[in-house]
């Protein structure tokens, strides 16, 4: 029998080796694929036990989602298919039908579409509030209702980068006996670890930072054991799980992790203080910067600012010529990999939102989102010099 509970002190020595399987397979200093549906059968007490691909058991399965709990410094994790089957197993595991949630004002649009969407033809309702409102929880108990049962926020809000207070947002929970999920994709556990702030829930996009290679699709739940096993087994019955092969691209990606984060965190900011001098940029977006409402928290919360950020040039025809005469970033949409990437969010994350609902949350045709890449940094900010003035 394999033994996964191997776990080190740092973050950088458990991106490397938590979780990782003794005794070595077959001497095998990477975890070798197990490409295998089924497994032989033992003397199994629960179904979850059984060894089957779709439980999320297999040897690639058990390394890799201790080493994520590592990260986080939690207790369980749990791989899912995607980011959205993370966001909608640990949503849905957690509120049924006739139940409410509340929910932070700007969210990722697939995560906003599956609330207005999908979550209301099953019965559940939800409340946006602010989470960086100064009054705070006085705000926020006006949204309560008798069934609110989940309070679901982002540490670093896609795409206008804000930073609410969390602190709070704990507090507010744990004070009225709700499930409190943060979806941490944005800041990553390099820069932040809300498991240790006391969130009942953690989840990942690990398509994006966590495998950092633009090259997968994969999502993870991180939480207590109690809580991500509710989770495990809504997951379970909808089939969202993720394959060996995929498991063994995260871990190898997951290895650097820290590494390119570190760099993106410097290169971002770099960026952002460059775009705040531009005349045709209004307004940029970026946690690190002073001028961000959200500085105060993420000053206080995080080790780093993370490497997304946005801006808002004077006109949506100028926002349409920098990503037509940017070169070395990429037109393209998702995030966090090696390579930068820029992309209006109102023509790809948020598309499936209305147009009035774009322009009330402040995702105009005229916004740009970047994520930083690991390319050197002075050529990156050339490369949008000359785009934005060329």
């Known amino acids: 029998m394999l033994d996964y509970s191997m ?25 070798p694929i197990f490409q295998s549906a089924n497994y032989l059968m033992g003397e199994e007490a629960t179904y979850d036990a059984v060894r089957y691909i779709r439980l999320s058991n297999s040897p690639n399965h058990h390394t890799l989602q201790a080493r994520l709990a590592a990260a986080e410094s939690a207790e369980s994790s749990l791989l899912t298919a995607s980011g959205m089957a993370a966001i909608s197993t640990a949503i ?17 649009g697939g995560t906003q579409s599956f609330l207005d969407q999908d979550a209301s033809r099953l019965g559940i309702t939800h409340t946006s509030i602010d989470v960086a409102d100064p009054e705070g929880a006085r705000s926020w108990e006006r949204a309560l209702t008798p069934q609110t049962r989940l309070i679901f926020v982002e540490a670093i809000s896609n795409p206008l980068m804000e930073v609410g207070d969390l602190e709070a947002v704990v507090a507010f929970a744990r004070g009225h006996g709700l499930v409190s999920v943060i979806d941490n994709t944005f800041a990553t556990p390099v820069n932040f670890r809300p498991f240790e702030l006391g969130f009942d829930l953690v989840v990942h996009s690990a398509t994006k930072y966590l495998n950092g290679h633009s090259d997968l699709v994969a999502g993870v739940v991180i939480g207590s054991a109690d809580a991500v096993d509710r989770v495990r087994h ?87 010529r920098f990503l037509e005469r940017v070169t070395l970033a990429i037109h393209a949409a998702s995030l966090g990999g090696v390579e930068s990437l820029v992309v ?42 000359r785009a934005l003035t060329g």
């Open 7 to 31: 776990k080190f002190r740092t973050l950088d020595t458990n991106l490397l080796h938590a979780g990782r399987p003794q005794p070595h397979i077959e001497g095998a200093v990477v975890t």
């Open 92 to 108: 849905l595991s957690h509120v049924r039908s006739g139940e409410h949630l509340l929910t932070q004002r700007t969210l990722y």
């Open 234 to 320: 809504l997951l379970l019955h909808l089939g969202g799980s993720l394959d060996p092969n995929t498991c063994f691209l995260l871990e190898r990606g997951l290895k650097t992790l820290a590494l390119r984060v570190d760099r993106q965190n410097d290169t971002a900011a770099r960026l952002a203080r460059f775009l705040e001098d531009q005349p045709s940029v209004r307004q940029v977006n970026y946690p690190g910067l002073a001028s961000s409402p959200g500085h105060r928290y993420a000053r206080r919360l995080f080790s780093g600012f993370g490497g997304m950020l946005s801006f808002y040039l004077l006109n949506a025809g100028l926002a349409e």
């Open 344 to 385: 209006r969010p109102a023509r790809s994350s948020h598309l499936g939102l209305e147009q009035a609902e774009r322009d009330q949350l402040g995702i105009t045709d005229d916004l740009v989102r970047v994520s930083v890449g690991i390319e050197d940094a002075e050529e990156l900010i050339a490369d949008f010099e």
